[in-house]
């Protein structure tokens, strides 16, 4: 008994060492957080958008360490969950060696997060959250370099009516961006004159028998999902079996080669399955090339959607700060400082395309893309067909 | 019935194909009776103007055209079910205590059977497995899973159940909650060492995504075909097999006999010599067994698992379990079956007959509440609990 006692005061003490050693921080030395579900359902795309972050710091951070800083990077895991979010973002805080946060994969997470980073006042680039709420809110630190869902949603429904469909049927995942972005295909078909058959939200991410019942005798034109793959395309692949034959329209959630290893050939029997995003693939940009061969040197595979954006907002970051440390005299900038300087940069020339943000912090202009499924086989996935392009400026 | 089949052993086999039977066809009739009786209620409502002008049918047609379906998802969610209440309700017998960490056990068989399949496909025996070769992986996979999910359960007897035997009967209830949450951890870590992905998908062999057409009738508009996928088929089957070979084991085999004498008094089971521990980890083995083929079942019709899969159908199963009658394993079936059922009609009507006001998302709601009122009217369940024959 006693040996137990022993065993658990000295394993006791050995954390505690653990933690005072990190305690102790070098002055010159400025971390830039990531946060991307790294774990889990998601962690493909999100593994990738902490890996073109890594990239770009390898590659951009020549200036700061010329300046004498020694640069590194946080890597957090939110798991796709807000509650893990906001406790990886209380931690980011109470770092003062932070000084931004590249991240979040998912809408649902970043805008509670985010709460903690404008409240400390720490600059968030988001390469991938697109509900409307997350620059809505006016925080001087959250800025995006990506689209948004009302514009991302109404650009569905818009591409659903030109393919002359009449009936859609719409399902979400209940989260803030499934949800969010379901309801603005929902207006805009219904402005389009689109009839929308039914409107429901689910958590369920296996048996999709008793959900699908109602929607294969409605005889939709089009089931539209607002939310992840990996409920979307479980929810594709069942239909099929029970056979419907008609189009899947999903979002930028769906944009991972993982939905193809769940969905495989069901995705193209029938009408097919698109989808909307805000960030095409690597392909679709001309300054990716060596941003592909770099990746897939270093990291062994192709990244996946994201990481492009991933690197731009890691690119964005660095020079913010390394503009706000020369203001600063080339001491440690103040956090506040480095938030203003991401909204003063002017044309930044990233490799996804040249960004200015606007005083809510979205891009002044934004791509999407409407892309079409070719291929069952996950290998195939960034090879899919682009459908259409198109540049639209945010609503103000 | 006793003197017109003579052998014990073929009525332990008959009678219960018989109730099964009767369960499914009485339950379908029920429910489709008091389906067609709302859509009459119904007819006029907003519901049914809404459905005239988006889909020009009224509401009786569209709930009647719409049963065959809803008939054959329920009664196949159903047999899942009853397969895990199976795995409640025996250890309940024996044990009289509820073993929360059975929904686990099913996720490990499932877990088990799939990536046994996923290995048979990274080898490349699937793809070029013919005909019947799909039925013998299946048939292996399932095994493999009711091995592993019966082994586990057996273990944790050992370890987490047996030296709380003489505690009060909330301390076990603890531990298998903590069990529970344990193992939903320990899956995600050894599923997520490859790969960091703790979700798996089945692959796709043979021929079970495959419809097989049942039988169409024409109406006014379109015809409606009613069909049935193969691998519904092979769930139905492969849990009836399955509930058939435990009421068999239970009911007339030496084996059998030990479980029951266990459950009616355990101390009277040991003076006459039975191995009590021996005998209880059995239950836990048999138990165990059917939750891991019924996992493999699940992820065979619904595609995807992960860590967290053996929760909701758990909760299901143990409320079947509950419905029925707990330590009744005829009350298990019987639960597990109107269970199903509830839950698809709620899912596919409940949008309709509410236009769209309350989605198939509430259907847990709904079976949930109609099951708090029978609970009410009648506490030990459907069937009552059995003290006397328990298990």
């Known amino acids: 008994m006693r040996n137990r006692y022993i065993l658990v005061v000295m394993s006791l003490a050995v954390m505690g060492l653990l933690l005072a050693g990190c305690g102790a921080a070098d002055p010159k030395v400025i971390k830039i957080a990531t946060q991307s579900p790294l774990s889990g359902g998601m962690s493909a795309v999100g593994t990738d958008i902490k890996n073109g972050a890594q990239l770009a710091m390898e590659q951009l951070s020549g200036p700061l360490v010329a300046m004498g800083f020694k640069v590194e990077l946080a890597a957090f895991d939110d798991q796709g969950n807000p509650d893990t979010g906001v406790a990886n973002a209380k931690n980011i805080v109470s770092d003062p060696a932070i000084l931004a946060i590249v991240g979040h994969y998912n809408s649902g997470v970043q805008i509670p997060a985010s709460e903690e980073y404008h409240a400390a006042g720490l600059a968030n680039v988001s390469p991938a959250n697109t509900n409307p709420k997350v620059t809505e809110r006016g925080y001087l630190e959250v ?10 949603g109404a650009v569905g429904a818009q591409f659903a009516n030109g393919k002359g469909i009449k009936s859609a049927y719409v399902l979400h995942d209940k989260t803030a961006y499934g949800q969010g972005i379901a309801e603005y295909f929902k207006r805009e078909s219904e402005t389009l004159g689109i009839k929308v058959l039914g409107f429901a939200g689910t958590e369920e991410k296996a048996n999709f028998d008793s959900i699908l019942s109602p929607i294969l005798a409605a005889k939709p034109e089009v089931i539209y999902f607002g939310g992840m793959f990996d409920q979307a395309a479980v929810l594709f692949k069942q239909a099929r079996q029970k056979g419907y034959m008609g189009m899947f329209l999903s979002d930028d959630g769906f944009d991972s080669s993982d939905a193809a290893k769940i969905g495989g050939a069901a995705l193209l029997e029938g009408a097919g399955t698109y ?29 996946q959607p994201f990481a492009a954006q991933s690197y731009d907002s890691m690119a964005i970051v660095l020079k913010a700060i390394e503009n706000a440390a020369l203001a600063a005299d080339k001491k440690m900038p103040a956090r506040a400082d480095v938030a203003k300087a991401v909204r003063a940069l002017k044309d930044f020339p990233g490799i996804t395309g040249t960004f200015t943000f606007n005083s809510k912090g979205d891009l002044a202009k934004a791509k999407y893309f409407i892309i079409q499924v070719t291929s069952g086989d996950p290998a195939n996935w960034s090879q899919n067909k682009i459908d259409r392009i198109l540049d639209i400026a945010p609503p103000q | 019935m006793r003197r017109l089949i ?11 194909l018989g109730q099964m039977t009767v369960f499914v066809l009485g339950a379908g009739a029920l429910f489709s009776a008091v389906m067609i009786l709302f859509a009459l209620l119904f007819r006029g409502s907003g519901a049914d103007k809404l459905l005239l002008d988006t889909q020009g049918v ?17 009664v196949t969610l159903g047999f899942v079910y009853a397969a895990i209440a199976l795995g409640y309700t025996m250890v309940y017998g024996v044990l009289e205590f509820i073993n929360f960490a059975h929904s686990e056990i099913f996720a490990i068989g499932a877990f088990a059977g799939v990536e046994f399949l996923i290995l048979m496909d990274k080898i490349g025996l699937l793809a070029g497995a013919g005909t019947y070769g799909p039925y013998l992986y299946l048939t292996l996979a399932l ?22 035997r003489g505690a009060p009967r909330l301390v076990p209830l603890i531990s298998a909650i903590g069990v529970s949450f344990a193992l939903q951890d320990i899956i995600r870590l050894v599923e997520s060492l490859t790969t960091g992905q703790f979700y798996r998908v089945i692959p796709t062999f043979g021929n079970f995504d495959e419809r097989i057409p049942l039988f169409s009738f024409k109406t006014s508009s379109a015809p409606i075909n009613v069909n049935i996928q193969v691998k519904s088929v092979i769930v139905i089957v492969a849990a009836m097999m399955m509930l058939v070979g435990l009421n068999y084991i239970v009911k007339a085999t030496r084996l ?16 006459m010599g039975i191995g009590v521990n021996g005998i209880i980890a059995f239950t836990f083995l048999l138990g165990g067994a059917l939750g891991g083929a019924a996992g493999v079942l699940y992820a065979l019709k619904f595609t995807r698992i992960d860590p967290f899969v053996g929760f909701m159908p758990g909760m299901k199963a143990f409320t079947a379990a509950v419905l029925g009658g707990i330590g009744n394993l005829t009350g298990a079936l019987l639960g597990g079956i109107i269970l199903g059922m509830l839950e698809s009609f709620a899912g596919a009507y409940l949008g309709t007959f509410t236009m769209g006001n309350f989605g198939s998302e509430y259907k847990d709601i709904i079976a949930f509440l109609i099951l708090i009122i029978v609970i009410i009217f009648r506490p030990s369940g ?8 328990k298990a």
């Not at chain 1, 800025?143 to 991302?152: A, E, F, K």
């Not at chain 2, 003579?6 to 219960?16: F, G, Q, T, Y």
């Open chain 1, 143 to 152: 800025s995006r370099i990506c689209g948004r869902d009302d514009v991302q």
């Open chain 1, 275 to 303: 989808f909307s995003t805000v960030a095409g693939p690597a392909a679709a940009y001309p300054g990716t090339a060596k941003f592909q061969a770099d990746f897939k040197a270093k990291f062994g595979g192709e990244p």
């Open chain 2, 6 to 16: 003579k052998s014990d052993a073929l009525r332990e086999i008959i009678l219960p």
């Open chain 2, 58 to 74: 009224n509401i009786l047609f569209y709930t009647i055209s719409n049963l065959p379906q809803v008939l054959i998802d329920g």
């Open chain 2, 143 to 164: 095994s493999i899973g009711m091995l592993t999910a019966g082994g586990v359960a057996v273990l944790i007897e050992r370890a987490a159940y047996r030296p709380l």
């Open chain 2, 256 to 271: 059998g006999k030990a479980i029951r004498s266990v459950a009616q008094d355990r101390n009277t089971a040991a003076i």
């Open chain 2, 382 to 389: 459907l069937l009552g609990e059995q003290i006397s024959q």
